[in-house]
């Protein structure tokens, strides 16, 4: 590296160093932490009941089409692997 990109480097690397950034929040205490997590759970939208069923539902049949496709992939492609090297 020449001397005048060392400069160049040493200079550029000064100028972004962070020297009056935004102060850190103040830390709270635990009972604090756990009314603000109450506050918070207050506010979700939580799905009803029957929501819950049908998203339930849906991840299962999903769940149970896709094992059944990697299942039949693996006996076909055991099948090839076996009537190739036989």
Do not use: C, H
Request: glycine content about 10%; hydrophobic content about 45%.
């Amino acid at each position: 590296m020449f001397p005048s990109q060392t400069a160049t480097l040493r200079r550029t690397m000064s100028d972004t160093t962070n020297t009056g950034g935004p102060e850190r929040a103040k830390r709270t205490g635990p009972g604090q932490f756990m009314k603000e997590v109450r506050v918070e759970l207050r506010r979700v939208a939580w799905p009803s009941r029957q929501e819950v069923a049908q998203y339930s539902l849906i991840v299962l049949a999903v769940t149970l089409v896709l094992g059944a496709i990697i299942f039949g992939l693996d006996q076909l492609f055991g099948q090839l692997v076996f009537w190739i090297f036989g």
